[in-house]
């Protein structure tokens, strides 16, 4: 059974970093594009940022240049370094994959205070 558990979440001020994790078990990790997503309050819910199983990333405009995607193969685990975070990042960060069907990890709450 696919799980994806995130972590690294919290309360930041603007300017500050993050790092996100994303513990991916029972799947064949090194074969899987990954995704970031993200939902605000009220908003519906977007993509962040994409890995494919061969490392190539891209970005929403919206955080293109402030944050990075990563993965550790090794360890199965989706990385996402954010930094100069801004209160319009606020929202709660899911980790994303399609193996076989859709899965969702149950998201880790990210607030960016002024």
């Known amino acids: 059974q696919v799980q994806l558990v995130e972590s690294g979440g919290g309360l930041v001020q603007s300017g500050e970093s993050l790092r996100l994790s994303c513990a991916a078990r029972g799947m064949n990790f090194r074969i899987a594009a990954m995704d970031w997503y993200r939902q605000a309050p009220g908003k519906e819910r977007e993509l962040v940022a994409r890995i494919s199983s061969e490392g190539r990333a891209n970005y929403s405009d919206s955080v293109q240049g402030r944050f990075t995607v990563s993965r550790d193969n090794i360890r199965r685990t989706l990385y996402l370094q954010m930094n100069n975070l801004e209160p319009e990042d606020t929202a709660v960060y899911y980790c994303?994959?399609?193996?076989?069907?859709?899965?969702w990890g149950p998201g880790t709450q990210v607030t960016v205070s002024s």
């Open positions: 994303h994959t399609y193996y076989r069907r859709e899965f």
